[in-house]
């Protein structure tokens, strides 16, 4: 995550369809998970708090919340 106030980040409600912030850092997954599920590859990913949160790299948009 980008060094940026956690208050900045605390405000900000992720869900299903929502924008993620420019304030989170969005990460590709490793070689041999796309590798295993290349559909994978048009995602990135963060993690928030204990979730991992699948993102539209085209839009930023969340697409699935896993906890």
Request: proline share 6%.
């Amino acid at each position: 995550v980008l060094s940026s106030p956690r208050s900045a980040r605390a405000s900000v409600r992720l869900v299903v369809g929502a924008e993620v912030p420019e304030c989170y850092e969005l990460r590709e997954f490793p070689t041999d998970v796309m590798d295993e599920d290349p559909e994978l590859r048009e995602y990135e990913y963060i993690v928030d708090e204990d979730n991992v949160v699948l993102v539209d790299r085209r839009d930023r948009r969340v697409i699935e919340i896993i906890d």
